[in-house]
Each structure stands twice: as C-alpha cells, then as structure tokens.
Nanobody, 134 residues
Framework: VQLQASGGGLMQPGGSLRLSCAAS????????VGWFRQAPGKEREAVLC????????SYVDSVKGRFTISSDDDKNTVHLQLNSLKPEDTAVYYC????????????????????????????WGKGTLVTVSS
C-alpha cells in the first residue's frame, strides 16, 4: 500500500504546477484524499480534499480560486492543480488518504471534526517540494 506524490518543483510567481498523488495496493474509490502542505517553520495544514460523497472541499481561503483538486479514477490518482502561484505557497506538499463511508461527507464534515482530536489519516505519501520564487 503506497501513495506517491509527485510534480513539485521551482516556479515563478504567477506560474502553475500540477501535483499528482498515485495510489498503489488499494483503490482510491473508497477513500477521501487530501492534500496538505507544510511551509518552513509552520505547522502542516490541510489544503484541499476530495471524496466521492462530497466532491471537493477547500480548507484554506488563500487558495480558493487558484487551487483545484480532481480525481482520475482510471489511473487511481488524485491531482492538485496549483495556479497563480505565490511565494507564500512555498511548502512541502503531502497527499494522504482516509477510508470514507458511503453517503457521508468525509471531507466536508467528518475529517475536520476528527482533526480537532489529532486524528491521523490512514495513509500518507512522501512530500513533494513546491518552491515559488523569482
């Protein structure tokens, strides 16, 4: 069972990157997948999440309208499209998966409540570094 995050790199402000989170050993159909980031000297934060039962959920106001999350079921992969990048988006980006339940808004309702109690996602991928600098 593995999650593999890729696609990070160095980008100028205003540029775009697409991060990918590929799962192996299990299918993402039954999982909520979240992207998280940790900037230097800061705590890790949840950015966006997607599941079959509540589409996508954004947790960070500063990325709304710039970042989008999508799933490619055929490739068992979740993508994070980063547009209009800013220097403050510089961070290590991680993807993580959590087993969800049918007909339950896992990203929108369940996970935020569980995180309040230091709940950990089921699987984590290694991070991919995004650096935004001119």
């Amino acid at each position: 069972v593995q999650l593999q995050a890729s696609g990070g790199g160095l980008m100028q402000p205003g540029g775009s990157l697409r991060l990918s989170c590929a799962a192996s050993g299990f299918t993402l159909d039954n999982y909520a997948v979240g992207w998280f980031r940790q900037a230097p000297g800061k705590e890790r934060e949840a950015v966006l999440c997607i599941s079959k039962h509540d589409n996508s959920t954004s947790y960070v106001d500063s990325v709304k309208g710039r970042f989008t999350i999508s799933s490619d079921d055929d490739k068992n992969t979740v993508h994070l499209q980063l547009n209009s990048l800013k220097p403050e988006d510089t961070a290590v980006y991680y993807c993580a998966a959590d087993r969800s339940r049918p007909h339950t808004p896992w990203c929108d309702i369940v996970l935020p409540r569980l995180w309040a109690f230091n709940y950990d996602m089921d699987y984590w991928g290694k991070g991919t570094l995004v650096t935004v600098s001119s």
